[in-house]
């Protein structure tokens, strides 16, 4: 999915990733890695869900480094429109558990 049609499902985020195989990295550190080539943004898994015809992401420190990287890149040349994410489509309704909370709570 590209990154420019994710949306931010809070207003911010915190200094450091809350989910996946960099949680509790700093948000600057996974942006360094990506920017370097250590990581890509294609390891990165965004769980989101589908509301209003838009996919909303759970994991918003992922999507703000990867945002960030996509704006990085569109000012070397790189178009913003080839930076992709990964994403988990998880269904909003009760009774769904999205790393054990339900996931209409997260939402």
């Not at 931010?8 to 996974?30: D, I, K, W």
């Not at 920017?35 to 209003?52: C, D, I, K, M, T």
């Not at 990867?66 to 489509?89: F, G, H, M, N, W």
Request: proline residues 4%; hydrophobic residues 40%.
């Amino acid at each position: 999915v590209l990154v420019a049609e994710l949306m931010y499902t809070q207003s911010s985020c915190t200094e450091r990733v809350g989910a996946g195989e960099h949680r509790r990295q700093p948000s600057a550190s996974l942006l360094s890695d990506l920017e370097s080539g250590a990581a890509q943004p294609s390891q990165l898994v965004l769980n989101v869900v589908r509301f209003h015809g838009k996919l909303w992401s759970l994991n918003n420190e992922l999507l703000w480094c990867l945002k960030e990287y996509s704006r990085r890149c569109a000012s070397k040349d790189v178009p913003q429109s080839e930076v992709k994410a990964t994403v988990l489509i998880w269904p909003l309704g009760a009774g769904v558990l999205c790393e054990g909370q339900e996931i209409y709570e997260v939402f």
